[in-house]
C-alpha cells in the first residue's frame, strides 16, 4: 500500500491506490509479526479499510505496527485488476466477484514485477543485444495480465517465470562484464545468508547478490554500483551514503524497506523513501 488513495498516478507499473478497490488489504494474508500488527486470512477485509477503499491509519500505519503495508507495491496490478481485468465492478457488489478477483490479483501483481525488470532491461545500454527478445517477452507478458480472470487462474506462472528469468541473468551478466573484478568469486553472494552483515565500506561493485538475505546488514557506504539484487532481502539494511547507481532489479519495495539517508545514491528510476532520516 503506497497511498491513501489521493493524488493522481502515471507510472503503470507503480500502484495506483485512487484506482483500486483495496486489493492488497484484503485479496492477501497477513501474519502477525513485526510488519503487521495482527493476522488477517486472505480474502478477508483488513479491519482498517474504510468503506471509500481508503486506509482509515493511512498516516499512522508504522506507529501502529503495520510497517509492512508502508513498504508495499503491487507494481500497478491493483489498477489493473479493478479498472480492467473487472471493468471497475466493485467486489463489494458481488461475492463471485470478488473470489474470481482476489485470485487474480496476485497472478497479475507477478506479472507486473516481471514487466518493471524487462523495461529495465530495455534500459540497459550493455544488454543491447537482447533488447529485441526482451521487447517479445515483455509484450508477451502484457498479454498475459490482460488474460479473463479464469485464465489468470490457470496460467503457469512458474514456466513464465523460469523464462524471464533467464533473460534478467543474461543481462545482469552483460552489464557485469564490463564492471573491474564483477566475476570474481569474492563478488558472488547469490542467495548468501547475510543477516545482520557488517559491511560498511565494502566494495560490492558488480557483485551478485540475487536473492541474498540483507536483512539489517550494516551496508553504510558500501559500494553497490551495477549490483545485482534480484530478490534480494533489505529488510531493515542500513543504506545511509551507499551508491546504488546502476544496481540492477532494485525495486522500490526493497528500498522502502530498508533504512538510508539523503547521502544514499540510487538508481534515477527509484525514489528515495519518504521515512528515510536526512543523515544517518
Known sequence: MTSGR?????????GDCANCFGLCCVALPFAASADFAVD??????????????????????????????TVYDCFGAGQKVSQVTFGGRDWRQDPDTARRMFAAFPVVRHLHELLAYLTEVLALEPASRLHDEAGRVL??????????????AALDLDAHR?????????????????????RGKRKNRRGADLMGARLAGAD??????????????????????DADLLGA??????LAGADLTGALFLTQPQLNAARGDDRTALPARLTRPA??????
Open 275 to 280: 521515512h528515510w532520516t536526512p543523515r544517518e
Open 233 to 238: 532481502d533489505l529488510r531493515d539494511a542500513g
Open 162 to 182: 523460469r523464462t524471464v528469468g533467464d533473460l534478467l541473468s543474461r543481462a545482469a551478466e552483460l552489464v557485469r562484464a564490463g564492471v573491474p573484478g564483477a
Open 40 to 69: 488477517k486470512p486472505a480474502g478477508t477485509p483488513c479491519a482498517n479499510l474504510a468503506a471509500d477503499f481508503r486506509c482509515g491509519i493511512h498516516e499512522r500505519l508504522r506507529d501502529r505496527g503495520f510497517t509492512g503495508c
Open 204 to 225: 560490492l561493485r558488480g557483485a551478485t547478490l540475487r536473492g541474498a538475505y540483507l536483512i539489517a546488514a550494516d551496508l553504510t557506504g558500501a559500494d553497490l554500483r
Open 6 to 14: 489521493t493524488g493522481t498516478q502515471t507510472d503503470p507499473l507503480r
Open 139 to 152: 509484450a508477451e507478458t502484457e498479454r498475459l495480465t490482460l488474460l479473463p480472470p479464469e485464465e489468470l
